[in-house]
Every structure is written in C-alpha cells, then in structure tokens.
C-alpha cells in the first residue's frame, strides 16, 4: 500500500471551486464588454480567468449557460451594491442607478441581448433574465427614491428614469458621454423632486 500524503494546499476544495467560479463569471462578462458574443468563446474566458477550458465547461457546461450566468452574476453584485447606498439626495441615486447603465455590465448585457436577438437558443433565457432584473433594479429604485407607487404616475416615472439610463448606456457606447450625461442626471434629479415630492 502506497503511502497517503496530505494535501499541501489548506484551501477547501469548495472555496476553491467558488472561487474559480467567480473569476469566470468576472472574465465573461469583461470579454463580453470587450469583444462582443462572436468574440467571446469559451476558450477566450477561460485563458483570462487563467483556467483550463475543462474547468470553465465543468462549471458552465454551455457558452450560453456561462453568459447568461455572468451577465446575471453581475447583475446581483450591483444590485447588492445599489441596496447598501445610504440614503441620499435623489441627484446620487439617479448618478448611481445611470451608472448601472454606463458601465463593463451594460456593455456585456447589450452583447448578450444582441446575440439573442439573433439566436433562438438564447433567447429565452436572456429574456428572462432581463424581466429579473429588470424587475429587481425597479423595485431597489424605489426605495432608494423614496418613490410612494400608489401615486398615479409615479411608477411610470420611475420607469422612464430606468429607460432613459438606458438610453443614456447606449449613447455612451461609442463615445465617451459623462458631460453631457451629468447634466441630464441633474435634470432628470430636479424634475424626480417635483414627481416624487
């Protein structure tokens, strides 16, 4: 019988497993932001979260199952980030919820809602993903604004400043915007003071 050495890492085999988990998500979502779907394998993910191609696919058994998984996977970390704001002035929570739209994530999301538009296999899922989080970055606005839905208008309100962050991410694709998109913040902060109040 041969000799059972332990093993010299002390790292549990599940943290580690958690955490080889997390970087891929991470490299997605970056790849996704950076080269778009048709850029984004992988085998490209998995060389920058320094994985073997094996790992990623024991994780994420499908490209569209590693995808949605990361654009969703961020999603909840910025939801988390937005539900711990403390509570301020309706001109930081409307720079906060834009920033939402402005940023790595937007751009991964837009990469991944193009791809479903074209392809019928992923569609559904990022469909349902986005109702999520849609949903979930509604709900965490409202509170942050303070917003008392039972109001007639105030839901449409809050919605169109979620839409109007979304058109404000795609105005920023191509070009950098952050004058021109802080002084629509500090409008649309105004006009929310006059709505909600």
Known sequence: MGVVTPSTDRTPKQDRSRATRRRLLEAAVACLAEHGWAGSTVSVVAERAGVSRGAAQHHFPTREDLFTAAVEYVAEERSAALRALPVQGRTAVVAA???????????????????????????????ELEVRVGRETHRIAVELLTADETRPGVRETV???????????????????????????????????????
Do not use: C, H, K
């Not at 991964?108 to 899922?125: G, K």
């Open 97 to 127: 919820l834009v920033d939402l739209y402005t940023g790595p994530l937007f751009r991964a999301a837009l990469q991944l809602w193009v791809a479903a538009s074209n392809e019928e296999q992923l569609r559904p899922r990022v469909t």
């Open 159 to 197: 919605q169109g400043l979620l839409d109007m962050a979304r058109g404000l991410g795609l105005a920023n694709v191509l070009t950098d915007d952050t004058a021109r998109r802080q002084r629509v913040v500090a409008q649309w902060a105004a006009l929310l003071d006059d709505a909600l109040n």
